[in-house]
């Protein structure tokens, strides 16, 4: 097996394990714990995420308009690896594929019957600001997050030279000492939310599929069925991961991605499809014209929950998942310039959720207004119904439901398949292709923390605790962003003086050949 670091491999292993024990034997205690620390983040760091955020937006959006957005993440002459078509299938599958699909019907169901403060459950201002919701939460936002993060990485890896880990991003920063101590704990802390987040969302995709199933076939939801599902969809992820970036995680990307827009594309013609269009038009607008008010909206003066209970929680999720997430973009995105990296991942993941939300979501809300389909209180006492009673409405609507539940599978072994790549990154150094025994080994132990805690009832206190790492890895992200700009004043400084030799060089030329 290849050799790992072994400081930051057992310091991670070690407390992971001890929170997986604490969620098998005390999953109560460890949840009320996480719960206690969440919200006392969320209470005094609310401000801090939000502005934050906000920043990491602002801030990719300088560097591709900037004079840095004509530098290369890779030598001067390197090309893409993958074709545009396969860089966006892979970054999207692995940034939020799964989730798309999860709550494209369930978010705005749940805002139009608990909108944020100012309008009435169940109202049109509630079906409006449902949707503008929705696209805030899933939009440009999140995708700021891991812009940020995979941009400091893939320049830091492909064209400095540095280890495809966290801390390498710091060296301008902190010079040695990214390799001492403190680069130890940030790389730990990256690993640990990485495989937290898998780890829960393993047993909460076994969940939603055991729900999609039981919901087709009337297959019973109990434990036992979910341990079977983690167990297929581990060797089914396993398989694709030990194929290789090139074979597996793109083959299936690309899989994904079709399947998707056909869905999208049925549901939007057979659905309401004026509608559809409508509430896109008008919910974009509406994003647009507030996202500075919706970036930096709190309730100070009447202590309102709903800020806390969805921006700041998803917020805080995005941060958390900013390691995994933005390790495997950086690593497909050798060769990109950083205007061209920025705004692919950006604008074009953000726009296919917009037109996702409009379809999916808008269709549930035609359901609910203009159809009286009571399906927001239907999906309010399970959120898992929400899609397939939607699909449930409209022509082979047995049949599409189908194929939504394949695609929630699909999508969750590829997001399985890129976490169980990216801890091997992560756990062997940074190494690029990491062996195929250490992918196994971080594979295995991932399900084995989902069957565990899916037992036990503690998944939810883990998934908590993973979003408590927020805080510190947001000044940790804050602090990716002042070492990239150091590094790319230095060689925006370079490049401008080999242009300037370069131009003498070819003026002295032709110099020369007009004296001749």
Known sequence: MERMSGMVLFASISIIL???????FAPNQLAASANMLFDWSIRNFGWFFLISTFGFLIFSFFLAFSKYGRIKLGKDDDEPEYSTASWFAMLFSAGMGIGLVFWGVAEPLSHFLAPPEGAGGGTVDAARLAMRYSFFHWGLHPWAIYTTIALALAYFQFRKGEKGLISAAFSPLLGDRSNGIIGKIIDILAIIATAFGVATSLGLGALQINGGLNHLFGLSVSPFIQVVIIGIVTIMFLLSATTGLDRGIRILSNTNLLIAVLLMVFVLIVGPTSFILDIFTTTLGGYLQNIINMSLRLTPFTQGKWVGA???????????????VGTFIARVSKGRTIKEFVLGVLLVPS??????????????????????????????????????????????????????????????????????????M?????????ANKVKVVWGVLQSSIAIVLLISGGLSGLQTASIVAAVPFA?????????????????????????????????????????A
């Open 351 to 424: 726009l296919f959720g917009f037109i996702w939300f409009a379809v999916f979501g808008g269709t549930g809300l035609h359901l609910e207004l203009f159809d009286h389909f009571p399906i927001a209180d239907a999906a309010k006492q399970d959120v898992t119904s929400a899609l397939f009673l939607t699909l449930e409405q409209l022509p082979l609507g047995v049949f599409i439901a189908a194929i939504a539940t394949a695609l929630i599978i699909t999508f969750f072994i590829t997001s399985a398949d890129s976490a169980t790549f990216v801890l091997g």
């Open 310 to 324: 969805w921006t700041l929680f998803y917020w805080a999720w995005w941060i958390a998942w900013g390691p995994f």
């Open 18 to 24: 001890i929170f997986v024990l604490w969620g098998a």
């Open 475 to 515: 000044i940790i992200i804050i602090g990716m962003c002042v070492s990239l700009m150091l590094a790319l004043r230095q060689d925006e400084k370079t490049l401008r003086a080999k242009e300037l030799k370069r131009m003498k060089k070819l003026d002295e030329l032709l110099s020369n050949q007009s004296e």
């Open 426 to 434: 992560l756990s062997t150094k940074g190494n690029p292709n990491p």
